[in-house]
């Protein structure tokens, strides 16, 4: 199970993901008997624990409810 908060506390978000990517986190999930939720939870933790020559390179803008730009 992830790893809780401190206090033990959750906090509830809305995500919204293309089609084709839910799919694949769903496979993910499954492969690894995962809940959907525990499965982002413990990839979300995994990349925000890695040192930062290993998290991606980003270069945006946003415009509005636009935004543009390339991920590495």
Known sequence: MPEADEDGST???SLRL???LKTRVD???????LSVNSWL?????????????DQPTQNFTQTG????????
């Open 18 to 20: 293309p089609e084709g």
């Open 27 to 33: 496979d993910a999930a499954s492969t690894e008997g």
């Open 65 to 72: 409810r636009r935004m543009t730009g390339w991920v590495r």
């Open 41 to 53: 939870v413990r990839t979300i933790q995994k990349v925000l624990a890695a040192p930062a020559q």
């Open 11 to 13: 906090t509830r978000i």
